[in-house]
């Protein structure tokens, strides 16, 4: 099973790094552009109970950072060349989805009395992002799609129950640290959650389509 995943590591590993790095590069800018000229007014997301339940939590900033990582390993598990531009287009589509509800209904997160000055790397986030284009939250939805992706993947190459269940934990962890940094709120990461579900079903058809083309063949 190993030597399975090092193969599929191994494919087209330069294209896979150059396309997830370029593709990770283009979304920033166009993130961040958007966030910068909003079409209209900005409003704030309400809380609900279960944000008072989460709170804040310093700690969990590396399991927001490691989403990145997570995207990663998604797409240097696919098989081929038609999996990995599917990751790809399906990705762009999930982007222009949440950019374009950032752009013409733009949100951010109340404001908070926490001194982000006691937590650095947070407070940076704080000052790059200054916690807008909230609803959709981009990163939940990343991650459900990836965790969508990576459970099929594992399941394919026949890896341990212990491999899926460590996949569903990694993804839970970064939907908790979405909002427990205090980037998001609850609503924004079912929102990203839900887009992110959506965007894998065309994905999951498309995959298992092509499959059982080449098993015909």
Same mark, same amino acid.
Request: net charge positive; glycine share 8%; aromatic share 14%.
């Given at each position: 099973?190993?030597?399975?995943?090092?193969?599929?590591?191994?494919?087209?590993?330069?294209?896979?790094?150059?396309?997830?790095?370029?593709?990770?590069?283009?979304?920033?800018?166009?993130?961040?552009?958007?966030?910068?000229?909003?079409?209209?007014?900005?409003?704030?997301?309400?809380?609900?109970?279960?944000?008072?339940?989460?709170g804040f939590h310093a700690w969990s900033f590396p399991l927001?950072?490691?989403?990145?990582?997570?995207?990663?390993?998604?797409?240097? *598990?696919?098989?081929?060349? !038609?999996?990995?531009?599917?990751?790809?287009?399906? =990705? %762009?589509?999930? @982007? #222009?989805?949440? +950019?374009?509800?950032? *752009?013409?209904?733009?949100? !951010?997160?109340?404001?908070?009395?926490?001194?982000? =000055? %006691?937590?650095? @790397? #947070?407070?940076? +986030?704080?000052?790059?992002?200054?916690a807008g284009n909230a609803c959709p939250s981009l990163h939940?939805?990343?991650?459900?799609?990836?965790? #969508?992706?990576?459970?099929?993947?594992?399941?394919?190459?026949?890896?341990?129950?212990?491999?899926?269940?460590?996949?569903?934990?990694?993804?839970?962890?970064?939907?908790?640290?979405?909002?427990?940094?205090?980037?998001?709120?609850?609503?924004?990461?079912?929102?990203?959650a839900a887009l992110g579900a959506a965007a894998a079903v065309?994905?999951?058809?498309?995959?298992?389509?092509?499959?059982?083309?080449?098993?015909?063949?």
């Amino acid at each position: 099973m190993v030597h399975a995943v090092l193969a599929r590591v191994r494919t087209y590993f330069w294209l896979k790094f150059a396309g997830t790095a370029g593709g990770i590069a283009v979304f920033f800018w166009a993130y961040f552009w958007v966030m910068r000229h909003p079409l209209a007014p900005v409003t704030v997301m309400p809380t609900i109970w279960l944000d008072g339940a989460i709170g804040f939590h310093a700690w969990s900033f590396p399991l927001y950072a490691s989403l990145w990582v997570y995207i990663s390993v998604g797409t240097a *598990l696919a098989r081929d060349l !038609r999996e990995l531009g599917a990751f790809g287009v399906v =990705s %762009l589509g999930m @982007s #222009l989805a949440g +950019l374009a509800v950032f *752009l013409v209904a733009p949100t !951010r997160v109340p404001a908070s009395a926490i001194d982000w =000055s %006691l937590y650095p @790397s #947070l407070q940076f +986030l704080k000052t790059v992002d200054v916690a807008g284009n909230a609803c959709p939250s981009l990163h939940a939805a990343f991650c459900v799609f990836t965790a #969508l992706v990576l459970h099929r993947q594992l399941r394919t190459i026949g890896a341990p129950a212990g491999w899926r269940m460590a996949n569903a934990l990694w993804c839970l962890g970064i939907l908790f640290s979405t909002v427990a940094t205090g980037q998001h709120v609850v609503l924004d990461a079912v929102a990203g959650a839900a887009l992110g579900a959506a965007a894998a079903v065309p994905y999951l058809r498309y995959v298992r389509y092509v499959r059982s083309e080449a098993a015909r063949l």
